[in-house]
Nanobody, 124 residues
Framework: QVQLVESGGGLVQAGGSLRLSCAASGRTVSTYSMGWFRQAPGKEREFVAAVTLSGSNSYYADSVKGRFTISRDNAKNTVYLQMNSLKPEDTAVYYC?????????????????WGQGTQVTVSS
């Protein structure tokens, strides 16, 4: 079983950037498709980005396309989410997730393992 720990969240002004990291332990992330989800207060958890097991393909929510980039470094057992041009509506708790499949998809119910989340707050 894999354990996931997110880091890199914080407070940033609109237009700024943050890079989230998701460090895995217990098992290598190379056997998992990885995703990032977020949840704002009073809202449902929503898909942000996902990368296939091989890292050859990545997928994004329309709301972040062109601004966020997901990547993985299997040698470091870490997945990243580079977030640029941040907007106040990006404010949420961001979660890293893993599923033992080539591609986990956009539905959070498909993911088996979750981190504890990291808070991202974007001020206007």
């Amino acid at each position: 079983q894999v354990q996931l720990v997110e880091s890199g969240g914080g407070l940033v002004q609109a237009g700024g950037s943050l890079r989230l990291s998701c460090a895995a332990s217990g098992r290598t992330v190379s056997t998992y498709s990885m995703g990032w989800f977020r949840q704002a207060p009073g809202k449902e958890r929503e898909f942000v980005a996902a990368v296939t097991l091989s890292g050859s393909n990545s997928y994004y929510a329309d709301s972040v396309k062109g601004r966020f980039t997901i990547s993985r470094d299997n040698a470091k057992n870490t997945v990243y989410l580079q977030m640029n041009s941040l907007k106040p509506e990006d404010t949420a708790v961001y979660y890293c997730a893993a599923v033992n499949a080539y591609y986990g998809g956009t539905d959070y119910c498909q993911y088996e393992h979750w981190g504890q989340g990291t808070q991202v707050t974007v001020s206007s």
